[in-house]
């Protein structure tokens, strides 16, 4: 099963082709065009990678093109989805040194495919003996000499410059590149929770490609993150911390340990699920030598302790005698140096 689904991923990837992106050909835009789609759709890369542009080949060599194209070979099933695929070179559009080409792609539906087939394969698997993946392979390709396999077409554009008099595809790969660098830093902010920093790379991408469906969706759901966040930002102010005390505590074998104690009130018309604070430790020369986080209120799921929402109005405070330890704070620390702040908050929903 899992062999099959690698088939169809493989065949996924010659439509990634078609829709992507020669030796001496000629300086006819159409046949270029054409020898680019069929060697591309027939596993032959190293013509095909002829065919793309100079300023692309700069870019990504061709070791690098054909590692990204590597398929296994086809089983008599994806054989025959390949052979199924076509298409139809309608209108080009010569500027100058510059073309534009409109094609029609024909290709098997492989979500319908992915969905239906594959799925009802793996059933067959389960039920019917356990059989092989070889067999299942037998049973859907005979499935489809009976049945017609699902097409979608689709309209594509194609990029191509004249070099030296002879026309090539240009795929901008360049650009590509900047653009992937763009969503790949986007990512790493948006998982490090710097939203702003985040949606300006993503924007970046934007600017780079305007047609970048992620970064665009990306854009959209920062865009209500930052304005959940500027709220809870604004909300921060209406709870009050108070009663903040910082100094080495004994436990209960005589040991000092450093630790805080403070309270914390709701004053907003919200009720929390969760208060996060976090204390920052100074040394004797007012520098911050550590932090510590602590979470007073946390109502949720995944919470193992015993918490209660913080109301509008409610007064939180820790039991009397205890306190929170600050194990990892450096003997540097001058004790009762320390500020608190309330960095994070969750609304009820």
């Known amino acids: 099963m899992k062999r ?24 006819n835009s159409k046949n270029v065009l054409a020898k680019y789609l069929d060697a591309s759709l027939h596993g032959k890369y190293e013509e095909a990678y002829q065919c793309i542009s100079t300023k692309d080949r700069t870019i990504k060599n061709l ?4 590692s990204e194209y590597k398929i296994e070979s086809k089983s008599s099933f994806a054989e025959a989805l ?10 080009i559009t010569i500027t100058g040194n510059q073309a534009k080409a409109n094609v029609a792609v ?4 492989y979500g319908s495919i992915k969905f239906t087939d594959i799925r009802d394969a793996a059933f067959m698997s389960a039920f019917l003996g356990g059989k092989d993946e070889k ?5 859907i ?6 049945k017609e396999i699902p097409m979608v077409t689709t309209k594509r554009t194609f990029d191509l410059v004249k070099e030296s008099g002879e026309w090539k595809i240009f795929l901008n790969w360049e650009t590509r590149k900047k653009v992937d660098e763009a969503m790949k830093k986007a990512k790493q902010f948006e998982k490090e929770k710097k939203l702003y920093a985040a949606k300006e790379k993503y924007q970046e991408a934007l600017k780079l490609d305007s047609k970048a469906v992620e970064a665009s969706r990306n854009v959209k759901e920062l865009d209500k993150e930052i304005r959940g966040f500027e709220e809870k930002q604004e909300y921060i102010s209406k709870v009050k911390l108070y009663a903040f005390e910082a100094r080495y505590y004994k436990t209960y074998l005589d040991a ?14 919200k009720t929390l699920t969760e208060v996060e604070v976090t204390v920052y430790f100074k040394d004797a020369s007012g520098n911050v030598i550590a932090e510590e986080d602590y979470h007073p209120v946390l109502v949720s799921d995944f919470s193992f302790r015993d918490n209660k929402l913080l109301k509008p109005n409610y007064i939180w405070q820790m039991e009397q005698g205890k306190f929170y330890q600050a194990k ?12 608190a702040k309330i960095t994070t908050i969750e609304f009820e929903e």
Request: overall charge negative; hydrophobic content about 30%; glycine content about 8%.
């Open 4 to 27: 099959q689904i690698e088939f169809i991923t493989g065949l996924c990837i010659l439509t990634i082709l078609l829709t992507a992106g020669c030796g001496k050909i000629g300086a």
């Open 141 to 146: 390709t005979e499935k489809y000499k009976e």
């Open 256 to 269: 000092r340990v450093p630790g805080v104690e403070f309270k914390l009130k709701n004053e907003g018309d």
């Open 135 to 139: 067999e299942i392979e037998e049973m």
């Open 106 to 109: 024909t290709t098997p539906d």
């Open 63 to 66: 070791q690098e093109y054909l």
């Open 328 to 339: 990892s704070v450096p003997s540097e620390w001058q004790e009762g140096n320390a500020v």
């Open 82 to 91: 390949t052979n199924k695929i076509s298409y139809e070179i309608q209108e």
